[in-house]
Antibody, heavy 125, light 109 residues
Framework: EVQLVESGGGLVKPGGSLRLSCAAS????????MSWVRQAPGKGLEWVGR??????????DYAAPVKGRFTISRDDSKNTLYLQMNSLKTEDTAVYYC????????????????WGQGTLVTVSS | SYVLTQPPSVSVAPGKTARITCGGN??????VHWYQQKPGQAPVLVIY???DRPSGIPERFSGSNSGNTATLTISRVEAGDEADYYC????????????FGTGTKVTVL
């Protein structure tokens, strides 16, 4: 059974930093592309970024609102995905979900297969 | 960036059919995926590649995609189908490639 368990959320002041973790189990993590998706309170889903498997280059892509402030990384030895968030803004307040990513064969296109339960990040003074 | 537009809400009686649209420029040329999110829960994939269903998703859920509109259809609606539904595409030409629709609240009357 695929399990994704996020942790590391909490209250942080504007301009501060936070690192989220996502512990994965039930599948071969090192082969998986992974992503972060967030949801502000009472709002819709917003894609944050993704990381490919190392065999596919291990490259990252980010949404425009977080590019240059957020960094996605992975530790395949620990089956763990990370989201380092710097220079946080009040508009980054959201539940952050870790997801597995399925790439459409032969393209860069993808969708989000399994989701964790999310961790809440609140940016407020 | 690419925009996906959904109706804010759809109401349907039990046993009837709900249709949720997702509008986007030439969306028929892209693969569309759909997610269901119940209150307080994480989203669940219900349709991928326009019309394929993951294992465990009832046959009552189906999808189509053509022209400027993709549609998620829920047949024989049940009370347990009440949820928010989001469409999603990947727009490789954009600086914001992962795109979700605005979301539709389905209410079972």
């Amino acid at each position: 059974e695929v399990q994704l368990v996020e942790s590391g959320g909490g209250l942080v002041k504007p301009g501060g930093s936070l690192r989220l973790s996502c512990a994965a189990s039930g599948f071969t993590f090192s082969n998986a592309w992974m992503s972060w998706v967030r949801q502000a309170p009472g709002k819709g889903l917003e894609w944050v970024g993704r990381i490919k498997s190392k065999t596919d280059g291990g490259t990252t892509d980010y949404a425009a609102p977080v590019k240059g402030r957020f960094t996605i990384s992975r530790d395949d030895s620990k089956n763990t995905l990370y989201l380092q968030m710097n220079s946080l803004k009040t508009e980054d307040t959201a539940v952050y979900y870790c997801t597995t990513v399925i790439a459409v064969a032969g393209t860069e296109s993808c969708y989000f297969d399994y989701w964790g339960q999310g961790t809440l990040v609140t940016v407020s003074s | 960036s690419y925009v996906l537009t959904q109706p804010p809400s759809v109401s349907v009686a039990p046993g009837k059919t709900a249709r949720i649209t997702c509008g986007g420029n030439n969306i028929g040329s892209k693969s569309v995926h759909w997610y269901q999110q119940k209150p307080g829960q994480a989203p669940v994939l219900v349709i991928y590649y326009d019309s394929d269903r993951p294992s465990g998703i009832p046959e009552r859920f189906s999808g189509s995609n053509s022209g400027n509109t993709a549609t998620l259809t829920i047949s024989r609606v049940e009370a347990g189908d009440e949820a928010d539904y989001y469409c999603q595409v990947w727009d490789s030409s954009s600086d914001h490639p992962g795109v979700f629709g605005t979301g539709t609240k389905v209410t079972v009357l």
